[in-house]
């Protein structure tokens, strides 16, 4: 089997088999796969997780965050500040400022490896098409990437550039796993786990046990590289498996190193841990981008973060915080 054409790594969720009051479902949403399984405490009122008025709420929450941040759908809020934003300011939602405020925020932490301009470039790549910029599209659209062309005021948004675009692809999913998380508690549920594509959370413990969250190992799907028991944390995982094509043997995947434009080598998936899931989120990309030693080095001064790398050459890499597993 040929290196690409395997599925590198992925999350797996390690757990005992579903007992009578663990409710467990899925569904497709903001472009990947949604699971949420939980524990109902009430004598089974409930007798499927479809007709719990939680799922119904999380899938209501994840719906809308789709409609209002994808970038292809037309009238969604972030699709409105694209299309008009470098000719006059627009007026963004609370929510929409606290989503570029923290970007912003991992935009200086990671030295401008996490921008969401990136998509004044990223807008021109079609994964599923085989589509990238050429040489001369990258010389044009490079100068309209950087996130202080953003300038947020008074809760408008205004690009100080042409060309300038954002696409939140790096972080809204952790924040709608955030979203899902709150919801559940509102709900009085102790014991859940939800995730969104690579984004997901653990909430409480397996009712005595820990969660077991594996990490797929490179060189055999089958294998789990390192068990990691979590509770009530955010664990994300970015690979660059999820969007990608192959050209001349080199793979063109959705992660971007603002600095050329290009998609981003060197590494082949991170994890991290984080009490949030928007930092999760934000953190995987970002360490993605800026490769084993920049990245560990942050991973390592952020209290309460890990991570596991895994480069291209199939070497794990661990934050100080993690042991590896015993050989
Ligand atoms: P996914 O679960 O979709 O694989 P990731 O957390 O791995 O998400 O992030 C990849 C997404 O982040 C891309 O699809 C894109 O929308 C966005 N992105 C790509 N490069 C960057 C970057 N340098 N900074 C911020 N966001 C990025
Ligand atoms: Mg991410």
């Not at 719990?52 to 500040?81: C, D, G, M, Q």
């Not at 434009?261 to 994890?271: D, Y």
């Amino acid at each position: 089997m040929s290196w690409h054409h395997v599925t590198l790594i992925g999350l797996l969720l390690v757990s005992s088999p579903i007992r009578a009051q663990w409710l467990q479902t899925q569904w497709d949403v903001m472009g990947t796969r949604a699971t949420l399984e939980f524990w109902q405490d009430s004598a089974a009122e409930f007798v499927d997780a479809d007709t719990h008025p939680v799922t119904t709420a999380i899938k209501t929450e994840f719906s809308r965050i789709n409609a209002t941040y994808s970038p292809w759908v037309e009238n969604s809020e972030l699709y409105r500040v694209n299309a008009n934003a470098s000719q006059s300011a627009q007026p963004v939602s609370e929510e929409f400022q606290y989503l570029i405020n923290t970007s912003g925020d991992y935009y200086r932490l990671t030295d401008g490896a996490f921008d969401i301009t990136f998509a004044s470039v990223g807008h021109l790549y079609d994964y599923r098409n085989g589509k990238a910029p050429d040489t001369e599209q990258l010389k044009q659209t490079l100068p309209s990437i950087g996130f202080d062309r953003i300038a947020l005021h008074d809760g408008r948004v205004q690009f100080t550039v042409a060309g300038t675009r954002i696409d939140l692809g790096g972080i809204a999913k952790g924040h709608a796993i955030d979203r899902a998380v709150a919801i559940l508690r509102q709900y009085g549920i102790a014991h859940a786990y939800i995730s969104l594509g690579g984004d997901s959370f653990v909430l409480g413990d397996r009712r005595g046990r820990d969660w077991q969250v594996g990490i797929r190992h490179p060189r055999d799907a089958q294998a789990v590289a390192m068990r990691l028991p979590v509770a009530n944390l955010a664990v994300s995982t970015s690979g660059d498996y999820e969007r990608y094509f192959i050209r001349d043997g080199e793979r063109i995947h959705h992660i971007i190193n603002p600095g050329n434009g290009k998609s981003s080598h060197g590494l082949v998936s991170v994890t991290v841990i984080a009490a949030r899931g928007i930092d999760a989120d934000a953190l995987s990309t970002s360490v993605f981008v800026m490769g084993t030693q920049k990245g560990l080095a942050m991973i390592n001064a952020m209290p309460g973060v890990s991570a596991v790398l895994i480069s291209a050459e199939g070497k794990v890499f661990y934050s100080d915080d993690l042991s590896p597993p015993s050989p």
